[in-house]
């Protein structure tokens, strides 16, 4: 009872409720009484501590006022859906099959298209193509009218390949075998690489069957350097020899020895050689394994085999020269120089091609 009255002294006193007389009385008492003041501390630290605990629980209670009309709101607003979430839930599956209904029908109006298109476009390149033959045919009509109709323009006239030649001179000489350009109303040449020029005949010996060309265009600057030398001397029998030729529109290489010193019934301007020839092979050059050249093709024994003819170069030169003594040509450059002798054979060929010529005959 004591003890109880004693709290309740504390607490008027910490409270303040206390007489002005009386408060200094119980200050003297605290002063004095040690118990008395411990307890007067004691009881004010657990009237701070029931009152911060007070704050905390009235705080919690504000927070979780606070919190929960915030719950309220966020269910409120989530129990209220937009209206495009409503009506997607309510017509997805609807939505879904209009799409697909939609692309087949976009992807199937596309492959019809290309169906249709496929035939107009055959039916196109074939309506063209017919066009094209139509105005081909009517340029031919036309072209044969033009003909019959004008008969003062002469027919074409096709060449003849009829026979070889080769430069004698860096200068524009030529020699072929006579009758390879007989009756020529005009000649031209051409060798290997496509080079061609328009020749003119300035001398024939038709006993030897000779004829000496040259190039009559105003721009020919040569024929370069010639590979090859002329030999003055009679071959030996057996020696090898080889030729270039013509005997169709691409050249032609033949080789095999010096079988006669004289020529066709005894000639002895000429060999016989057994190098297997064609009609195109007349005029081409006959060389031996040094590259000099020994003769000029002229032709074969009717009726055997291998058994050719070629007028020799010692006659070949006598006759440039008394050409030049008379004045029927210009005094000739020739070869002084062999390229060929330490050559082989492929490389020998390679470097005369290009001096060798098919004759084209026009008449």
Known sequence: MLEYRAYEEIERYLDGRMAPEERIGFEALLRTDARLAEQVQEHKQLLQTMKSFGKRQDLRQKLNLIHGEMEAEQESVAATPNGWKIFWNRHKQTVAVAASVSLLSVFGT??????????????????????????????????????????????????????????ISSDGYIVTSSHVVEGADSIMIENKSGYKYKVSEVYRDEIHDLSILKVSEENFDGFGKLPYTFKKTESDLGERVFTLGYPREDIVFGEGSLSSSSGFEGDTTAYQISIPLNPGNSGGPLLDDKGNLIGVISGKQAGQEGAAFAIKSAYLLQLIDELAVTGQVLPLDLPKNNALSSQSRPQQLKKLQEYVFVVKVYN
Request: aromatic share 6%; no cysteine.
């Open 110 to 167: 596309l492959w019809s298209v290309q169906q249709l298109k496929a035939p107009v476009r055959q039916q196109t390149a074939r309506y063209v193509e017919l066009r094209r033959e139509v105005e081909r045919l009517k340029k031919a009509q036309t072209a044969i009218i033009n003909g019959i109709n004008d008969a003062s323009k002469p027919a074409p006239r096709p060449a003849t390949f009829s026979g070889t030649g080769f430069a």
